[in-house]
């Protein structure tokens, strides 16, 4: 998760996959230090369109712009990121282990 505005990364979850109510508990986490965004830009994957997450930024009055299918550039900065992680992380270590793969990734 990126701050569009600063371009800090606020989370990088690494785990097998993400439910809507893990984002929803890593969003509820960012928003106890940072405060609540005034609107989340997302691409649609099915975590992030899930009845967990609509119900989520219903109670917290918190805009939510999903990305036009196949235009991966409306949300460059984070594609940008994903590529660099991939690239200089992720394509560099045989992760053995979730925990591993944790300590490696936030490092």
């Known amino acids: ?7 800090e990364c606020l989370a990088l979850v690494v785990d097998t996959s993400l ?20 609107m989340i830009l997302s691409h649609s994957g099915t975590e992030l369109a899930s009845h967990a997450i609509l119900r989520w930024r219903k109670e917290r009055a918190v805009e939510w712009h999903y990305i036009a299918p196949g235009k991966p550039q ?8 994903n590529g660099r ?23």
């Open 74 to 81: 409306q949300n460059g900065f984070v594609e940008s990121l």
């Open 19 to 38: 439910s809507g109510r893990r984002v929803a508990r890593e969003l509820d986490r960012i928003i106890e230090s940072r405060g609540k965004p005034l």
């Open 85 to 107: 992680l991939r690239d200089e992380c992720q394509n560099e270590h045989l992760f053995r282990s979730l925990p591993a793969a944790r300590t490696i990734i936030e490092a």
């Open 1 to 7: 998760m990126v701050d569009d505005r600063t371009r």
